[in-house]
């Protein structure tokens, strides 16, 4: 069987693969094909679930009973059907199999399509069928997204031109541009790209008449609320720890100004600590250097992060865009809440590196990220070990919220993180070995 057999096929097949017909090469061409090319599976709203299976526990023979049973039952939601334990593959129809219940493509604009976050939405994106027109910095690489048939639009969210043009005859929006960093030698870029670019976008997609927009704002911009864990609805704490989580918040007064005042169909996700294959930012960073063994020591090992792998950031974006009756909602998008000493001791475990044996206490951290930022300033070059009095600071406090209301409203099912690390742990290897 061909990896690129018909995706009919592959569906009809796919029940083969569960019940263990399959031989072992069948079973990998099955796995391959419909890992690489899931139409087949993404209008039906279950190829989180069926990766989640074949890629990630298909080593595992008592994860097939669970997930069979979840399967199934979303098949027989899909197909108005009634659920039954005794279902089987005869229960599907060929309406199923063809996808005759297939939604309609819509034409979406992408900001920051190419972006860790934004890489996965486009792919995301192109599953479902969707007609992608992506703003486009001139200085950015779009080798990923060539593997997409998408429109290129060259500009930034701060060029109001080229966002208006772009937006224009689009039914969604998605904003994920923004300015991620803890350090960068003017600070007034924080300003311009998180505050002033997401207006324009978000006030250009009311002059275009775009039915929906989806933006992509952060947790840290919830500050250090009253709840822990907070949820959407807890008051933000009254201080952020970072330029990025300060302007990342005041985007989002402005977004949510623009959804009050002038009826901007709004809907916001507030992704936690993203991880993931080929993270350049700071989560990848971190990530690399134990890897490779560039900390000197440890720090802040019992502080907790609300973790997420990227793969269900972007399946929250999609699905926020297609709920119907959602807008004016918020999402937090995360659920495993993990220390940076159980972080460390993953990555340690998976790539079998020691991890570093001492541990900096609190102060001297910010004391030498104090003094690293300040060199960083006047040289113009980032801080040593990353170590910018934002990002410790950030690290210092920490952050715990409760992402249930995006698995209860938006369907996805989170990635145990453990598997986020490893992939990322992969991929790195890879670029060392280029």
């Known amino acids: 069987m061909s990896t690129h057999c018909d995706c009919r096929v592959a569906l009809a097949k796919l029940y083969e693969y569960l019940d263990g017909e399959l031989g072992a090469t069948e079973r990998q061409a099955i796995a391959a094909h419909l890992d690489a090319c899931r139409p087949c599976l993404s209008h039906y709203e279950i190829e989180q679930l069926f990766h989640e299976y074949v890629v990630l526990n298909a080593p595992r023979p008592e994860a097939r009973a669970a997930f069979k049973e979840r399967l199934l039952l979303r098949i027989a ?5 009634t659920p039954s334990p005794t279902l089987g593959r005869d229960a599907v129809n060929d309406d199923f199999l063809l996808g005759r219940n297939q939604k309609a493509a819509r034409r979406v604009f992408v900001t920051g399509a190419t972006g860790f976050i934004g890489t996965h ?17 001139a200085t950015s690489s779009v080798s990923a997204l060539k593997r997409h048939e ?35 030698p003017d600070k007034r870029l924080y300003h311009k790209v998180n505050v002033e670019g997401t207006r324009i976008v978000l006030e250009s997609a009311l002059e275009a008449g775009v039915a929906k927009v989806v933006h992509v704002s952060s947790a840290v911009g919830y500050g250090k609320p009253a709840d822990c864990p907070f949820t959407e609805e807890s008051t933000p704490g009254p201080v952020r720890f970072s330029k990025y989580a300060q302007t990342k918040y005041e985007g989002d007064l402005v977004a949510w100004e623009l959804h009050e005042k002038k009826g901007l169909p709004l809907v916001v996700l507030y992704p936690g600590a993203v991880v993931g294959p080929a993270d350049p930012k700071t989560n990848g960073g971190y990530v690399q250097d134990l890897m490779r063994q560039r900390l000197p020591a440890r720090l802040f090992p019992d502080r907790v992060l609300t973790a997420v792998h990227v793969r269900d950031v972007a399946e929250a974006v999609y699905r926020a865009a297609e709920k119907q009756g959602n807008v004016g909602e918020r999402y937090l998008v995360g659920k495993y809440r993990v220390s940076f000493r159980e972080l460390s001791k993953m990555v340690s475990d998976i790539s079998g590196i020691p991890l570093p044996k001492r541990t900096i206490p609190g102060p001297v951290a910010l004391l030498n990220a104090a003094l690293l930022t300040g060199i960083a300033n006047v040289l113009k070059r980032p801080p040593l070990w990353g170590m910018s009095s934002d990002q410790i600071r950030t690290m210092k406090e920490g952050f715990q919220f409760d992402g249930s209301k995006a698995e209860r409203e938006l369907g996805i099912t989170y990635t145990p993180i453990h598997v986020a690390v490893e992939e990322a742990l992969a991929s790195y290897r890879g670029e060392t070995s280029r």
Do not use: K
């Open 77 to 81: 939601q899909e197909a108005q059907a």
């Open 121 to 137: 939405v486009v792919e995301r994106l192109a599953r479902a069928g969707h007609e992608m027109h992506c703003l486009v910095p």
């Open 150 to 184: 998408v429109t290129l639009i060259e500009g930034d969210v701060t060029d109001r031109t080229s966002v208006l043009d772009g937006m224009r005859g689009c039914d969604w929006a998605f904003n994920l541009a923004d300015l991620y960093s803890f350090w960068v």
